[in-house]
T-cell receptor
Framework: DAKTTQPNSMESNEEEPVHLPCNHS???????IHWYRQLPSQGPEYVIH???SNVNNRMASLAIAEDRKSSTLILHRATLRDAAVYYC????????????FGTGTRLQVFP | DTGVSQDPRHKITKRGQNVTFRCDPI?????LYWYRQTLGQGPEFLTY????????KSRLLSDRFSAERPKGSFSTLEIQRTEQGDSAMYLC??????????????FGEGSRLTVL
């Protein structure tokens, strides 16, 4: 399975934008880039996913590099409730259906 | 609440005992996954079902672990002869697969196992 690399932790102030990076240099052509987050004492929850083009939804934006070897999850205005571990995951839609989690990025948000 | 539910939420047992966890997925979801998570680590994949068929098992799933989904609805994960290293959060997730645009997995809140 292709791997992702994320910083262990990041910090942000409330109401500021947050850019969470992810490197995936061994990504294959059929790998989708998924982001999940895990709030304290909860199971992970889906945030966003993309293949090649940048994506936006109500939670976040996903910016994907042209060569697809990296991506960035963007939270436009961080709130205290965004404090969580964010996981960047490559998922091959046509080969296997499981998600393989790394250790993710722990985001701290300060008031 | 129509989310994924897991039972029990907490289980404390003595080494050598058997434990069983139950997962009730979202009702129309045909795929069900089990993960294990230890402190400071991301969830580790254990196994997954499509309907009642167990399609994939991780090498982490030793012969002491068995998972079933007999009627394609709820699932059970049994651990026999528990060891202290089995202490972890056991997470269940379900999905409709790629029938939805996202293929999103919906996770339960987990069952925390402590083996003394």
């Amino acid at each position: 399975d292709a791997k992702t690399t994320q910083p262990n932790s990041m910090e942000s102030n409330e109401e500021e934008p947050v850019h969470l990076p992810c490197n995936h240099s061994t990504i294959s052509g059929t790998d989708y880039i998924h982001w999940y987050r895990q709030l304290p004492s909860q199971g992970p929850e889906y945030v966003i996913h993309g293949l090649t083009s940048n994506v936006n939804n109500r939670m976040a934006s996903l910016a994907i590099a042209e060569d697809r070897k990296s991506s960035t999850l963007i939270l436009h205005r961080a709130t205290l409730r965004d404090a969580a571990v964010y996981y960047c995951i490559l998922r091959d839609r046509y080969n296997t259906d499981k998600l393989i989690f790394g250790t993710g990025t722990r985001l701290q948000v300060f008031p | 609440d129509t989310g994924v539910s897991q039972d029990p939420r907490h289980k404390i047992t003595k080494r050598g005992q058997n434990v069983t966890f139950r997962c009730d997925p979202i009702s129309e979801h045909n795929r069900l996954y089990w993960y294990r998570q230890t402190l400071g680590q991301g969830p580790e994949f254990l196994t997954y079902f499509q309907n009642e068929a167990q399609l994939e098992k991780s090498r982490l799933l030793s012969d002491r672990f068995s998972a079933e989904r007999p009627k394609g609805s709820f699932s059970t994960l049994e651990i026999q002869r528990t060891e202290q290293g089995d202490s972890a959060m056991y997470l269940c997730a379900s999905s409709l697969g790629w029938q939805t645009n996202t293929g999103e997995l919906f996770f339960g809140e987990g069952s925390r196992l402590t083996v003394l």
